[in-house]
């Protein structure tokens, strides 16, 4: 299945733009439709810094507070991590659902911050997005040394047949015919090591309506015009309506969780 971290440098800039600030809009079905990150990948992550004391990070591009909400599920408080949203409408779902957590609005190219006030730095979904040569050094500049930038993915198991047919589907309309290759996480920097990549394979519950929702989150389909996106959404209900995988009640959608670190640099 195509989604946001597909073909996300498409040759129209425009579009690439509205679709980087198109989630704002749907905020409420982000929060409740789209997947959450399993914890040994946040784990892996974050193990070079695992063993400082009073750790502090921040949920870099944090929509709805997705990964803010797993950190706070693997023990940290709501003084160790903070959130950056640049969207609103998905700053505000953050503040209402997440109400202890220091969110402020800013940018992956402008973080409201000081210099070397974290010790990791985490993206869910959102690496794609962001200039890499502003990005990669103002990250740079608000971890300690020794921190690590951790960007991860959620992806649909195309490996599964099912899935796969899905993703044909998606692919062959007219707006996301130029969908194929998923973005590699770039982390090249001169204050990083070398980017370590590792796979956690996961699955989470879906109903027809349940992934047809999660579809419809995608900024593919956020920016297409009603018609299309109407029309896209019919072929996914009928399509899985009449899989044997996924016609009758909950089924599991099956995920791989695409994780990259990188260490900064001391000094
Ligand atoms: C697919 S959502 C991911 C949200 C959240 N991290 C999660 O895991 O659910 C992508 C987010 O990136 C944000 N974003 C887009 N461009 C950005 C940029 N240049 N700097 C920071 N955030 C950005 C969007 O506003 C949106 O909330």
Do not use: C
Not at 174 to 189: A, E, I, N, V
């Amino acid at each position: 299945m195509t989604n946001d971290t597909q073909n996300p440098s498409a040759p129209d800039a425009g579009q690439r733009a509205r679709r980087a600030s198109s989630f704002g809009a749907e905020a409420g079905a982000y929060a409740a439709h789209r997947p959450d990150y399993p914890r040994e990948a946040v784990s892996w992550l974050l193990e070079p810094v695992a063993a400082r004391p009073a750790l502090k990070v921040l949920d870099l591009a944090a929509g709805t507070g997705k990964l803010t909400a797993v950190l706070l599920g693997m023990g940290l408080g709501s003084d160790a991590v903070e959130a950056v949203e640049p969207d609103a409408g998905m700053l505000d779902q953050l503040r209402r659902d997440l109400p202890g957590v220091p969110a402020r609005t800013g940018t992956a190219e402008s973080i409201p911050a000081p210099d070397a006030s974290f010790d990791a730095v985490l993206v869910g979904q959102a690496f794609h997005w962001f200039d890499p040569e502003r990005a990669l050094p103002e990250i740079a500049r608000v971890l300690r040394p020794g921190g690590v930038l951790g960007a991860l993915w959620n992806a649909d198991d195309d490996r599964v047949e099912w899935v796969a047919g899905l993703r044909d589907l998606l692919v062959s309309m007219p707006s996301l015919s130029r969908s194929g290759d998923r973005s590699k996480p770039l982390m090249g920097h001169e204050a990083f090591g070398a980017t370590e990549e590792r796979r956690f394979t996961h699955g989470q519950p879906r109903t027809v309506e349940s992934l047809t929702a999660t579809v419809a989150t995608h900024s593919h389909l956020l920016v297409m015009d009603d018609a299309e996106r109407t029309a896209t959404l019919e072929k996914v209900r009928a399509y899985l309506g009449a899989r044997p995988e996924t016609a009758e009640g909950e089924f599991t959608l099956p995920l791989v969780t695409i994780t990259a670190r990188g260490v900064r640099t001391e000094g």
